[in-house]
């Protein structure tokens, strides 16, 4: 079973992936893409990327609401286990 | 008094070498490298024969900084690191250097390949698509990646793309544009699709040799069938002579004129009435007579009727005399970036004085002309022509003169 924490590990792969300089970064769940230099183009590279992953598909709108990557692995956690 | 525009730096990669040094070696050497075609998205139920680039070798294009960057980018980028340095554009003001890239659609194959993943659910296509699948990705990737502020586009004039770049080049100098502009040729990334559709046509070859890879792409002989593809790419700077040029700089040549016309013909086919209003064009913004010019650079694809209305249009043009040789027979055709590389093999065969061999030319189509056959030969030129045609009636020829 998929848990929040394989999530986190999967947003913070992913977004190594799209921004390479964070390839030595130390996640934590109050990290906020957005602030650790990944443009709006890269945070929604990176959403798409993960919803992939995780075969899910998540109205746009729905993922204005996350303020860091914690809440973004909640709000796909929730979404699996709706499903 | 028109400007004296100079060529101060050359950069290319191509299936038989990568950076000046490597591919004039291979050039004069009338190296090769055609075979099947490999690259995935290049052949579908199909045995296409062509050239493809070795893994790029630039220095200075780290891992990371490409991401999301497609073949045509990297290509563009290698490209551009040579140019860079060799003109020392470190030195000018970004906002007066200028990019113009030739060819469109050039993404092709990637483009095919990422629509194929994704057939089954668009919805995980990937954000950046909505900007990396214009042609413009290029100009936005390499601007980016060496801080270039001046004007940057693309041009699109098919297989004449390379050339009519640097005909809107010179005229971005000529106009104060910018101080310095940089040519380039995109590397075309033909996918399946192109070429059944160039076979189709009877643009591309071989049905005579399709089990002699070595032997299919031989422009101008008698027993020709089409070009065959060549993957490649080339960029040139150009500026203004400067009383006081920057320290180190060791311009090529000049370029004197040029000419750009059109057939008012929507189809494929050539004109030589076109053709040799180009050359008539170029010759007379040059201020130069056919008999000066000692050494042509033909556009010749290995085309059945290209190559002959070609001839005509030379013969024709007052210009029998001037050496010449097929580039196309080394490399294959670069399509966008052909008449880049063309020039620049034109330029790099200027400053070793001498001119490389054309392969496969057993039996010219012409034997009047001035070859150059199966081996090298020594030779100052002093006033070059280039020429490349594209379909829709696309029709150009630049004039480019020894500094010596």
Redesign the interface.
Same mark, same amino acid.
């Given at each position: 079973m998929t848990t929040k924490e394989d999530i986190l590990q999967l947003i913070c792969r992913h977004t190594q /992936?799209?921004v390479?300089?964070l390839a030595n970064h130390q996640f934590c769940e109050s990290d906020q893409l957005a602030l650790l230099g990944a443009t709006s !183009?890269d945070r929604? /590279?990176i959403v !798409?990327?993960v919803? /992939?992953s995780l075969r899910l598909?998540i109205p746009r709108v729905e993922l204005f609401g996350p303020r860091n990557i914690g809440e973004l692995a909640s709000l796909f956690f929730a979404k699996i286990h709706a499903a | 008094m028109q400007l004296d525009l100079r060529v101060t730096a050359v950069g290319v990669v191509s299936p038989i070498g990568q950076g000046k040094a490597e591919f004039t070696r291979a050039l004069l050497a009338g190296e090769s490298a055609f075979g099947e075609l490999k690259r995935p998205g290049r052949q579908r139920e199909s045995r296409f024969l062509g050239a493809e680039l070795g893994p790029l070798t630039a220095p200075t294009l780290s891992h990371h900084g490409l991401r999301g960057a497609s073949l045509s980018a990297q290509a563009a980028a290698a490209v551009l690191d040579e140019v860079w340095r060799e003109a020392r554009l470190d030195e000018v003001a970004p906002e007066r250097v200028g990019l113009v890239i030739g060819g469109s659609n050039v993404q092709q194959r990637e483009l095919v390949l990422l629509q194929e993943r994704h057939r089954e659910r668009p919805d995980y296509l990937r954000p950046t698509y909505a900007m990396s699948f214009l042609d413009t990705d290029l100009c936005g990737f390499c601007t980016a990646h060496f801080g270039i502020r001046g004007p940057a586009f693309t041009v699109g004039g098919a297989s004449a793309s390379g050339q009519l770049a640097i005909a809107q080049a010179a005229a971005a100098v000529r106009a104060k544009q910018v101080d310095v502009c940089i040519a380039l040729g995109a590397l075309m990334d033909l996918s399946y699709w192109e070429c059944y559709g160039f076979r189709a046509i009877g643009a591309m070859g071989s049905d005579r040799f399709a089990e002699q890879p070595d032997l299919a792409c031989r422009p101008f002989d008698q027993r020709r069938d089409g070009f065959l593809f060549g993957e490649s790419c080339a960029a040139i700077v150009l500026e203004a002579a400067a009383p006081r040029p920057r320290a180190g700089l060791e311009p090529y040549a000049s370029l004197r004129g040029g000419g750009v016309v059109s057939d008012a013909n929507r189809n494929a086919n050539p004109s030589v009435e076109g053709e040799r209003r180009a050359i008539a064009e170029a010759l007379a913004t040059s201020g130069w007579r056919a008999e000066q010019v000692d050494y042509l650079n033909p556009h010749g694809s290995g085309s059945p009727i290209g190559d002959a209305t070609e001839l005509e249009a030379i013969k024709t043009s007052g210009l029998r005399a001037a050496y010449l040789n097929t580039t196309k027979s080394l490399l294959g055709h670069g399509l966008s970036a052909a008449g880049l590389v063309e020039v620049a093999a034109t330029l790099l065969q200027m400053r070793v004085g001498r001119l490389h061999p054309s392969r496969n030319l057993e039996e010219p189509i012409d034997e009047g002309l001035n070859w150059v056959r199966a081996a090298s030969v020594e030779h100052r030129v002093r006033r070059a022509l280039t020429l490349s045609f594209g379909f829709s009636g696309i029709n150009t020829a630049l004039c480019w003169e020894s500094l010596s």
């Amino acid at each position: 079973m998929t848990t929040k924490e394989d999530i986190l590990q999967l947003i913070c792969r992913h977004t190594q /992936e799209v921004v390479p300089h964070l390839a030595n970064h130390q996640f934590c769940e109050s990290d906020q893409l957005a602030l650790l230099g990944a443009t709006s !183009i890269d945070r929604a /590279e990176i959403v !798409i990327m993960v919803q /992939e992953s995780l075969r899910l598909s998540i109205p746009r709108v729905e993922l204005f609401g996350p303020r860091n990557i914690g809440e973004l692995a909640s709000l796909f956690f929730a979404k699996i286990h709706a499903a | 008094m028109q400007l004296d525009l100079r060529v101060t730096a050359v950069g290319v990669v191509s299936p038989i070498g990568q950076g000046k040094a490597e591919f004039t070696r291979a050039l004069l050497a009338g190296e090769s490298a055609f075979g099947e075609l490999k690259r995935p998205g290049r052949q579908r139920e199909s045995r296409f024969l062509g050239a493809e680039l070795g893994p790029l070798t630039a220095p200075t294009l780290s891992h990371h900084g490409l991401r999301g960057a497609s073949l045509s980018a990297q290509a563009a980028a290698a490209v551009l690191d040579e140019v860079w340095r060799e003109a020392r554009l470190d030195e000018v003001a970004p906002e007066r250097v200028g990019l113009v890239i030739g060819g469109s659609n050039v993404q092709q194959r990637e483009l095919v390949l990422l629509q194929e993943r994704h057939r089954e659910r668009p919805d995980y296509l990937r954000p950046t698509y909505a900007m990396s699948f214009l042609d413009t990705d290029l100009c936005g990737f390499c601007t980016a990646h060496f801080g270039i502020r001046g004007p940057a586009f693309t041009v699109g004039g098919a297989s004449a793309s390379g050339q009519l770049a640097i005909a809107q080049a010179a005229a971005a100098v000529r106009a104060k544009q910018v101080d310095v502009c940089i040519a380039l040729g995109a590397l075309m990334d033909l996918s399946y699709w192109e070429c059944y559709g160039f076979r189709a046509i009877g643009a591309m070859g071989s049905d005579r040799f399709a089990e002699q890879p070595d032997l299919a792409c031989r422009p101008f002989d008698q027993r020709r069938d089409g070009f065959l593809f060549g993957e490649s790419c080339a960029a040139i700077v150009l500026e203004a002579a400067a009383p006081r040029p920057r320290a180190g700089l060791e311009p090529y040549a000049s370029l004197r004129g040029g000419g750009v016309v059109s057939d008012a013909n929507r189809n494929a086919n050539p004109s030589v009435e076109g053709e040799r209003r180009a050359i008539a064009e170029a010759l007379a913004t040059s201020g130069w007579r056919a008999e000066q010019v000692d050494y042509l650079n033909p556009h010749g694809s290995g085309s059945p009727i290209g190559d002959a209305t070609e001839l005509e249009a030379i013969k024709t043009s007052g210009l029998r005399a001037a050496y010449l040789n097929t580039t196309k027979s080394l490399l294959g055709h670069g399509l966008s970036a052909a008449g880049l590389v063309e020039v620049a093999a034109t330029l790099l065969q200027m400053r070793v004085g001498r001119l490389h061999p054309s392969r496969n030319l057993e039996e010219p189509i012409d034997e009047g002309l001035n070859w150059v056959r199966a081996a090298s030969v020594e030779h100052r030129v002093r006033r070059a022509l280039t020429l490349s045609f594209g379909f829709s009636g696309i029709n150009t020829a630049l004039c480019w003169e020894s500094l010596s």
